[in-house]
């Protein structure tokens, strides 16, 4: 029992400033479920853990903008994710979180060990200091004009607009995002990971892997021949993990390094969490564990690399076994890929479909070598041609025979039938399968067994023996049920609510629930059936044409929103105005009195308009659609109390109304004639 292998399962931490969504799913935490489960069929020693990674400049900056505590932030996501999770059937063995008081001490050790044998190297560099706030100022807690496309907003690490890395060292005019303060250029000394020291090592290592995915390797050997480079482990911040080390004031560990570290102090929570503190020591440091790291593929790098040189620097720990990561699950539909990618939130999905639908539908679709699309009306096809046609129906009507034909028991059986024999062999196909994380082909090969099972009810066309041959209809009814049992255990890792649901039905329990009792004989002949009940409902159009409906909403209220928010800095979020607010705008008719093109410009007109009393001159963008000429005359309506702006360096003091679509424009005209200066409500 000693030499017997641990596996060690991981599952991404997921970042506390968001809601997990589909993609997240599909990456990170469906497929170690599945793979867990079977573990556990199998009979193996496993645990699952996972837990939130709550630090770091975003969460911070994400607490200044609300204006609440990081505590409150981290909170909110947390225990929603933690929920969710819980709804869909992620069942961790333990699902922790950074802010814990373990894992701060953990992650403290780990630095210290690396400290005390001087791994780490300390360099000086020139970094923004703020005088008024006391502190040096980290990336994102700047803001500037981008050196590259002159966005005067761009952050400290990167610019929004024209997506270009940037250090704040580049930013032209820098300032504290938070008190506006003019940073000036000081000296700061920072502790670094001289990662670069074991590009030899690890690639030894990775490459003495022969079963890792082809494109994890893809990714690592890119990282590897571009040479890796030294990391800074500390950072100006005062949310995160304390460094452990004098003249340290005002600084945490980097995220990037104490974060995985979290996976080590969650085995620790959790075997306090059952009374044996010492465990997790067996599982980190011993030589029968099988470490495993699921992950999207934005983390590889810190799964293959960065991860295991600390772990290396540090010693005594085990190094990843397999990083199976998985690429992206995109969304289907046209706009929606682009603006919002992997937007469906898991705590919204799991309220309005049954989770075993969801599972089943992602499982079905994992990115695993490949990208791949999610769309709803695939969840609904999946649902109603799959899992009710062929699963539903297989346990349906079974049961429904028993019943009827059989009094509810299940018959007795005296000979033995290929079919179980051929459902035990085709169990190995499906253990090499998880073996190699090709979970996608587990889920193929599974439902074939089903698919089997419903042509083995149909070409022994129990209906046709029932009245001559009852003895013979009952084995072939007692085997259906016995492969009802192997099914439920079969589809556990992939549908574990409907494999609890099958159980039930079957008035049968957990005695029998392994992997190697797939089939062979689990019931009991003369055993009456439990209440049958439908498995999977018919996902109808009109539910999924809602989701569909709902999403474009969302997808263009968030458009709506956005420009809400440039525009004014108190917007509720709501797209209803009192008439307040409608009033605060100044609409006047205005008739226009000059024209004229501006110079070097293909868009712009100005115009000199009488406003009432007096006049005022507009730069408008109408150019490709109004000649100067047939302008001149006509009566427009404009917003008359807009902050006056320079277009082109010429003064712009308003803005006229006009309709817009698809590439044309039309004007806001007043019918008939009234005095310009009239207002317009
Ligand atoms: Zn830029």
């Avoid at 791994?119 to 006391?134: A, D, G, M, N, R």
């Avoid at 009952?474 to 079969?490: H, T």
């Avoid at 009393?613 to 001149?632: C, F, L, N, R």
């Avoid at 309506?637 to 109304?657: A, E, F, H, T, W």
Wanted: with cysteine.
């Amino acid at each position: 029992m000693q030499n017997k292998t641990k596996y060690l399962v991981t599952a991404a931490l997921p970042y506390a400033n968001n809601y997990v969504h589909i993609g997240h799913l599909a990456g990170a935490y469906l497929p170690p479920d599945i793979y867990v489960r079977y573990r556990k069929l199998k009979g193996d020693d496993v645990i699952f853990i996972s837990g939130s990674d709550e630090h770091g400049t975003a969460i911070d900056m994400a607490a200044i903008q609300e204006k609440v505590s990081p505590q409150e932030i981290i909170d909110r996501y947390h225990f929603s994710n933690k929920k969710a999770f819980e709804d869909i059937g992620i069942e961790f063995d333990i699902f922790s979180r950074t802010s814990n008081k373990i894992h701060h001490e953990t992650a403290q050790e780990f630095f210290l060990n690396l400290f005390n044998k001087n791994i780490l190297v300390k360099k000086t560099e020139k970094q923004l200091y703020s005088e008024k706030e006391k502190r040096f100022l980290a990336d994102r807690f700047v803001t500037g004009t981008c050196p590259v496309c002159g966005n005067t907003e761009a952050r400290g690490d990167e610019c929004e607009v024209c997506g270009s890395n940037l250090s704040p060292l580049e930013l032209i005019n820098p300032r504290s995002k938070i008190t506006g303060d003019i940073p000036v250029v000081k000296d700061a000394v920072h502790l670094y990971f001289p990662l670069g020291r074991y590009q030899d090592k690890i690639s030894k290592w990775i490459f003495s892997k022969k079963d890792w995915k082809q494109n994890v390797i893809n990714y690592v050997n890119g990282w590897l021949k571009s040479g890796l480079r030294d990391r800074a482990v500390t950072r100006d911040l005062d949310w995160g993990v304390k460094v452990p080390v004098e003249d340290n004031e005002g600084k945490v560990i980097y995220v990037w390094f104490e974060a995985p570290i979290g996976y080590i102090s969650a085995t620790k929570e959790y075997f306090i969490s059952i009374n044996e503190p010492d465990k997790w020591k067996e599982y980190w440091m011993g030589e029968n564990t099988k470490l495993i790291h699921f992950i999207g593929k934005d983390n590889i790098v810190f799964h293959s690399l960065i991860f295991p040189a600390a772990l290396m620097a540090h010693g005594g720990y085990i190094l990843p076994d397999n990083v199976p990561a998985n690429e992206f699950l995109n969304i289907s539909g046209s706009k929606l890929s682009k603006s919002k990618k992997n937007g469906i939130l898991l705590k919204d999905i799991v309220e309005k479909f049954p989770p075993d639908v969801v599972r089943y539908t992602i499982a079905s679709i994992l990115p695993e070598s490949k990208d791949s699309e999610f769309s709803w009306k695939d969840l609904q096809t999946k649902n109603n041609s799959e899992l009710a046609g062929i699963l539903g129906n297989f346990i349906n009507r079974t049961v429904v025979f028993a019943k009827t034909k059989f009094d509810n028991k299940i018959p007795g059986r005296k000979n033995d039938d290929e079919i179980l024999n051929l459902i035990k062999d085709q169990t190995q196909i499906i253990s090499q399968n998880y073996d190699n994380f090709k979970l996608k082909d587990a889920l193929t090969e599974t439902m074939n067994i089903v698919r089997a099972a419903n042509k083995y009810f149909n070409d022994t066309e129990p209906w046709k023996l029932v009245k001559d041959e009852k003895e013979r209809c009952g084995e072939i009814i007692n085997n259906c049920l016995q492969i009802c049992y192997s099914v439920a255990i079969l589809i556990y890792p992939f549908l574990p609510f409907t494999s609890e649901k099958i159980l039930k039905i079957l008035n049968s329990d957990k005695t029998n629930f392994k992997w190697d009792r797939i089939g062979e004989v689990n019931l009991d002949s003369g055993k009456e059936l439990g209440e049958n009940q439908i498995l999977f409902p018919q996902i109808e159009d009109k539910q999924i044409e809602k989701e569909m409906e709902s999403e474009i909403e969302s997808d263009s209220k968030q458009e709506v929103n956005n420009n809400i928010k440039k525009n004014s800095e108190d917007s509720s979020g709501s797209n209803l105005i009192g008439l307040e607010d409608f009033k605060k705008v100044n609409l006047r008719v205005a008739k226009v009195i000059e024209c004229e093109a501006v110079p070097k410009s293909k868009k712009l007109l100005k115009l000199k308009l009488k406003v009432g009393d007096k006049e005022k001159q507009i730069v408008s963008g109408i150019s490709e659609y109004y000649k100067p000429e047939e302008m001149i005359g006509k009566l427009i309506v404009i917003v008359d109390n807009l902050k006056p702006s320079k277009l082109m360096g010429i003064d712009s003091d308003g803005m006229l109304l006009a309709a817009k679509k698809d590439g044309e424009l039309r004007l806001v005209l007043v019918d008939g004639e009234i005095e310009p200066g009239a207002e317009v409500s």
